[in-house]
């Protein structure tokens, strides 16, 4: 049995933070966050060495658990909670952060900052983003089916899809289908055949809670061991590394061709298949972003087609992450499935056997209904015995959320023209829209004025991901600190500004060079204009 | 790279359905689904056996995956979905079961029931329940709120709430924290400190899409090999096998008593853990379902201090799945929570290093709010380190869905008496509790009549668990169509009446005993003549 020494470490003040570094990938370093802190006053008694030892301590947990690192919420966003705690208390913005009073003139605080603006994650509707009215009417039915009885309250065709809706799921309380309710299913395959000129079968179709979820299932059925490789697009969206280190699976980077709009740079990735299978590793699937997370890059028609003869040729499952399709402000989105099924007319039985799958979600475009837990994907290719071992996993979990099942469905299939709720829908929309273009190109701006950064053009998504160079002394201070670089950056940010970034090492980038992500969601450009005073200050301070 | 014979196998026919059973807990067998169906025309051209193969196959994928068992939604409730698609289609019942029009008078098909009775998943309102008005009340002014500025409306509490809660998270739209929201665990923490009379700490409780998504989180986190083993009661609900086959750890099963209203036979953990350890198995954790799933047991407070001892001895951390805590129609329920506290203050020192993980949700008790997929589990007495970890791994999924979050919230705290909605609320409550109630019991006293049927007298939750004699010939039977007898019975019992139940095995059972499972929440008391009617003309037809 024995005493563990963890047992006694229980007993330290709270939130004592520190904050660890590893990197499992070159270039690709996530925030480990580790806490310590007094454990609630009535859950136990003083410590003493004689304290029979509890079943869990560090040391002997899920050791994939621990290696999972996640930057999106690491360090820095815990940092920027607190400091949000702080201005709450002192009244100057609300405990959510979604609706501050941040002009408040006489601060009861000792923050540069009257308010924390949270650029670390797509959430929309944090920063002010309203809701679009005709699906959040549909919602509020939905819960409540008696206001249909208010003949006046609702647009006719608000009502009406209400109903149909009910119709489909009976109510938004029983759980549906694990695979996601047939009639919303039949709704998406519409969609998806419209978008892309090919048919969709809606028995190829998984609701899911979130692409985070739909990811993770795939994931966890396509790795089969240790060895199973999964190729991911350098910088990333960190959920890829995290999930596959909890699988205990092996991450390939890749890395995308920044000077080149971040494209996919595909015989860069030839090169990695091979050093990757010389290594023993069992490559099967290869994730792309598009349009990117964090560079905010949309891919050519040309791009995606050499990766999917890429997948083609080496057997890869292709794992398109779509979920910013309607994000796209320069050029156009064009879907891996439409382009495979062009493929697959020109050149008969060369691509016939591949395998991809497709994730889209409501939490981005112009809806940003993030807190609904809500996305689909779609399998094309896949073998049917797998398929069903992919909806036993799903139906593990029974269900995702009915609500956003419905959400999924107002997505995609908006207004019609003619009918009452269009011409709300579309100003609504357009409007998030055209604010989301006008930032991103104002962001840039004042990106490519500041010193030693530089920025690809902003084509879609909701992030740029600026390269900033790092004046020696700063990287030696933070080297003292046992921080990155850009992390210590992005800290400095944070102190001094109150916006909240990710630093690059938390998505991956090329060794020796530095970036920042950051959302253009944050109204206004006082807080703009606030980053380009700091990055001033921080380079005069370390040139000098 | 080769050709796979398994790619040559997707041509076959759609919807050739077939059935394996296989027993990696002694007694215990689930239900494992294999289907190989045509695959959608438009995908692929026809076979040669030149076809590249797939990159994944059912021989290459994960194979914790290919473990994993889920009876609750397995063959049975398959074939009862075909049902309802053919009876939906004949105009009887609806697509989503939901509501149906069951007493058409000339059947449009040739099946010998006009309705499926969904009885194998506590899904009540897929059986008509009624959602409670207040609380769905709230949820639409979440969703929607310039319903506000409609004065009528809504009750003054109904409109207070909802405004409070808009001021906890902003809007449903937008991310709330990873662990949920802060405002509502302050309130989950006031409505276990008034159920238990010991004080909760908001840091210590998670917000969770579902009792399923905490069970699955925890399980990841004390897992840390192979060798690692978690205490599975038999019968059970399979959720936990299932999860523990896909982590690849080891479930050590203890069977329930019984004779004795299925209690928790400490003296039998003891034996188990004896056998496990000596066959290398760490164990780390014990699982109690309380009241029980399958059971419907209602643990007495001295047998839960009993397990409490027994976990504080052997280092085990209790996971006590409380989700029926309310659905409690005889004695009294008892949280782990309180039984906990209490030893401690009875005995300092003794039981202070204990952990303990409670579960509740939204999916049962008198809402049976399923479809929205929330929940919450509070941890006890965990290490902080091990704590933080938790954290960062419920981060990556980004947080529960916050409309589910906030129904977490309108279920612990119903209208206090005054309040304008209080009547109504409780009018409506102690409906669906006196029906749930009056039909356990009438299912009770339906199976006490039944030939080789007995069943223990109905204390909680919403389901029964009678043992059935199954007479030789129909093991025979069973046994020509490569079926488990109790599996046989069942798959009888929906063919003739539309009843889907589910097999002992699926939730395990002493070998050489069979059950089956049903809930008891289908209105009125047709269905169950006729489970009767069935029986009889089973055991007339076996016997003879």
Redesign the interface.
Known sequence: ?GWSP??R??AITRSRLSFHYSSPIPGLVGLK????????Q????PMSTS????????S????H??K?E?AV?GAIPIKS?EYRKILAAAGTV??????SASQNTTPNHNLPFNDVISAN?G????LGQK?L?FI??V??????P??LE?EG?FPKDVRERAKWLL????????????QG???LRKSVARFIEERDG??A?P??IFLT??A??GV?TLL?????SKETGVLIPIPQYP?YT??LA?IDATPVPYYLDEPLSWATDVPAIRGEITKARAAGTEL??IVVINPGNPTGATLTEQNIADVISLA?EE???IMADEVYQTNVYQGEFHSFKKVL?NLQKES??KY??V?LVSFHSVSKGM???????AGYFEL???????Q??I???V??????????QCLVELMINPPKKGSESYDLYNKEHNVIFGDLRERSQALHKAFGKMRGVSCQDPLGSMYLFPTITIPPKAIEAAKKQGQKPDEFYCMKVLDATGICTVPGSGFGQKEGTWHFRTTFLAPGTEWVEKLEKFHEAFMTEYEG
Not at 42 to 45: I, S
Not at 395 to 404: A, K, Y
């Open positions: 049995m963890v047992t470490r229980i966050l580790q806490y310590t802190s007094a454990v609630h009535n859950q136990t008694t304290a029979p030892r509890k079943a869990l301590n560090l002997n947990i899920n050791p658990v621990k999972a996640y919420r909670e609300s405990a959510s952060g979604s609706d994650i959430n929309p509707q944090q809701p009215t959040r009417q919602l509020s039915i939905l819960e409540y008696a206001l208010h309250l119709e489909q799921v009976g109510s938004v309380g029983a759980y549906s289908q694990s309710c047939f009639g090919h048919p079968d028995d190829d809670a979130g985070s979820s993770s966890h059925t396509i790795c089969a959920l995290a999930t909890l099967r699937a083609a057997h890869l499952v099924r008969p039985g016939d056997h395998e809806i940003g209904e993030c807190g609904h837990r094309v290719g896949f073998d049917k015995e797998v069903a071992q909806y036993k996993l139906s593990i979990t029974l269900c995702p959320p009915v609500i956003g």
